[in-house]
Nanobody, 125 residues
Framework: QVQLVESGGGLVQAGGSLRLSCAAS????????MGWFRQAPGKEREFVSV?????????YYADSVKGRFTISRDNAKNTVYLQMNSLKVEDTAVYYC?????????????????WGQGTQVTVSS
């Protein structure tokens, strides 16, 4: 399994931007679909975005973040990013990076077997 470490969270005002990073260990990073999920207090973990393995030619977003968030990956750096723009108060959550080796790109939490520890994103009004 791959080890994942997120960074880049913090406190930002509504309308602001943050870029999350997720650094992965190992030499097989490019073979994983990489996803971002989030969990707000009292709520279940929910899908945010995913990028397909290898060249990352396919990306998917939750409707709530579409047009505001952008996922990307740099296989040379074993890193996946989540650029978050036009942040809203309702984006406040712990954001988790995760890796999946399913045959096809997936948005299902249960398909992701490796998880980071999470990074807090707080958006103030």
């Amino acid at each position: 399994q791959v080890q994942l470490v997120e960074s880049g969270g913090g406190l930002v005002q509504a309308g602001g931007s943050l870029r999350l990073s997720c650094a992965a260990s190992g030499r097989t990073f490019s073979s994983y679909h990489m996803g971002w999920f989030r969990q707000a207090p009292g709520k279940e973990r929910e899908f945010v975005s995913v990028i397909s393995r290898w060249s990352g030619g396919s990306t998917y977003y939750a409707d709530s973040v579409k047009g505001r968030f952008t996922i990307s990956r740099d296989n040379a750096k074993n890193t996946v990013y989540l650029q978050m723009n036009s942040l809203k108060v309702e984006d406040t959550a712990v954001y988790y990076c995760a890796a999946a080796r399913s045959v096809v790109v997936t948005t299902e939490v249960t398909d992701f077997r490796s998880w980071g520890q999470g990074t807090q994103v707080t958006v103030s009004s």
